[in-house]
């Protein structure tokens, strides 16, 4: 079983979770997050308020599949997240050891 994270465009979500669901990948935890990258952003007073805009919001995927279906799910994402430009994100790839269902007490890619 492999981990597969990946940091997205908040734009592109919706594509890439319907790139998932066209393989069967149903199960996945997302998260709004923000980052920093290469890519400059200028920052603001308004108001007498500060306002950082150097942080980008992004979207972070976390899913755990089998390794059979590693390939298929990583080209999903690459392929539905790209936009060509600056901040398309990032993927990383980990080994699972092990999972546990803790409802049914399954364990490994049963699992899932």
Known sequence: MK???ATIRSSKFDDVKEALHRIDIDYFTFFEVKGVGKEKTPEGFYRGAY???GSIPRIML???VPDDLVDKAVES???SA???????GKVFIYDVLSAIRIRTGEVGEAAL
């Open 82 to 88: 790209k936009t060509g430009d600056i901040g398309d």
């Open 51 to 53: 306002y950082d805009l």
């Open 3 to 5: 981990k597969i994270e």
């Open 62 to 64: 976390e899913l755990v």
């Open 77 to 79: 994402i690459l392929s």
